[in-house]
């Protein structure tokens, strides 16, 4: 039995390694979440071909901000997720490893499901504690002004407790929708990436090792995109600005993707999957090795 010590060691461990892969994660890919997000909050309706604020696709997209808000354009929003994605991944990977051993279910090793459940719990943990972030963040991501007219996240945070508190219409606006999102996207990312690498062997030689941690990390992380992306696509259009000032069209989570459906068809609850699975393929590969290599490294520095 671990010492409370030994608890404590491996606790700040499994923290810093998974605050340490979040940074990284976000620090590199925050500029396809951008796209993500603007994709999203693009009614179908509302806008056409001919708008300048029309984005075709991921380039598309990508070229007209680069032409019209700069290039610093595409790292619009990423306050809130540095200051949000280091805790969150620590906490991420740290409840990880308590749900996991709390859904052993008296097992000697853990199993698929074990890894699943686990991953879902860690999820809904991750979800609860970060939406406030990301309503912060969808709104400056949504927001298309430049330089000096962009404004700042505490200006943007304070305008939205002020405005709606922190409540349902306020802060924790999507709150379930962000659950939805995290919950499955985890369930399915740490569910089939330690199930596989359980199952493929490990190589001795450390170059191979680490390009087979990054290709299951890779598969793992556009695999859980593509199945929880109508959840992502309701958070957007719920935390975006609404189509008709003063009205609220986008309330709960699946009344949103039915609007959804219903307004812009079956493939609209997919807007978005591209730089989603650009950025979250690669990001969760980067996010599982920085943990597994911080998660060594440190273990082997304070053993």
Known sequence: MPSIKELLKEGAIQIGSGG???FVEVCIMHPLDLVKTRLQIQCGNSMRKGDPKYYSGVFDCLRKMYLH???????????PPILAETPKRAVKFFTFEQYKQFFMFGASAPTPL???LAGLGAGITEAILVNPFEVVKVTLQANRAVGKELPSTWYVTKEIVGKHGFGFRGLNKGVTATIGRNGVFNMIYFGFYH??????A???????????????????????????????????????PQPIMGQIKYKGTFQSMLIVYREEGYFALYKGLIPKVLRLGPGGAIMLVVYDYAHSFLTETFK
């Open 20 to 22: 340490s892969a979040g």
């Open 69 to 79: 808000e700069g290039i610093t354009s595409y790292w619009k929003g990423i306050v």
């Open 114 to 116: 074990t890894f699943s």
């Open 195 to 200: 199930s596989v690498k359980g199952y493929l």
């Open 202 to 240: 490990e190589y001795q030689d450390p170059v191979k090792e680490f390009f087979r941690k990054v290709a299951i990390g890779f598969v793992s992380g556009t695999l859980a995109s593509c199945i929880n992306i109508p959840f992502d696509v309701a958070k957007s259009r719920i935390q975006g």
